[in-house]
């Protein structure tokens, strides 16, 4: 997979792939608009929404509706480093659901790639080269 990473104007820094484009930018602080989320909150937001994509899943095959299922994500950071510590995302079930799944539903999420990968995280290598 070969993503694009353009900037577009401003504090704009777009990612283009697959036909997509995710659009990031900066709060009026850092000298952007606030037009997108930054790229930081769009990297935290795959944990919440791969997660979701499990639970959808393991609710599809199982004919449970998803309506009133919602996944809560919070974060709390080191206040000397700025790094967030801890991610917790809690999968609110509504009345009705299966108690049967309620773990089950847990276990599913917890498949999500986005985690794998922060288990075993792959290497990152930055480079340049100049056109011409």
């Known amino acids: 997979?070969?993503?694009?990473?353009?900037?577009?104007?401003?504090?704009?820094?777009?990612?283009?792939?697959?036909?997509?484009?995710?659009?990031t930018d900066q709060?009026?602080?850092?000298g952007g608009e606030s037009s997108a989320?930054?790229?930081?909150?769009?990297f935290l937001s795959t944990i919440g929404t791969c997660a979701?994509?499990?639970?959808?899943?393991?609710c599809r095959?199982?004919?449970?509706?998803?309506?009133?299922?919602?996944?809560?994500?919070?974060m709390r950071t080191d206040p000397m480093t700025h790094l967030v510590t801890d991610i917790h995302v809690t999968i609110e079930l509504p009345a009705g659901f299966p108690e049967k799944y309620?773990?089950?539903?847990?276990?599913?999420?917890?498949?999500c790639a986005v985690t794998k990968h922060f288990e075993h995280p792959p290497v990152i290598r930055v480079d340049s080269t100049l056109a011409g």
């Open 37 to 42: 989320p930054t790229p930081f909150a769009t």
């Open 61 to 74: 095959q199982r004919g449970i509706p998803t309506d009133g299922i919602r996944l809560v994500q919070r």
């Open 102 to 111: 309620a773990d089950a539903v847990v276990r599913a999420a917890e498949k």
């Open 1 to 23: 997979m070969e993503m694009i990473i353009d900037f577009p104007g401003g504090a704009r820094v777009d990612a283009h792939f697959g036909g997509f484009v995710v659009p």
């Open 27 to 30: 709060p009026p602080a850092g």
């Open 52 to 58: 979701g994509i499990y639970v959808l899943g393991f």
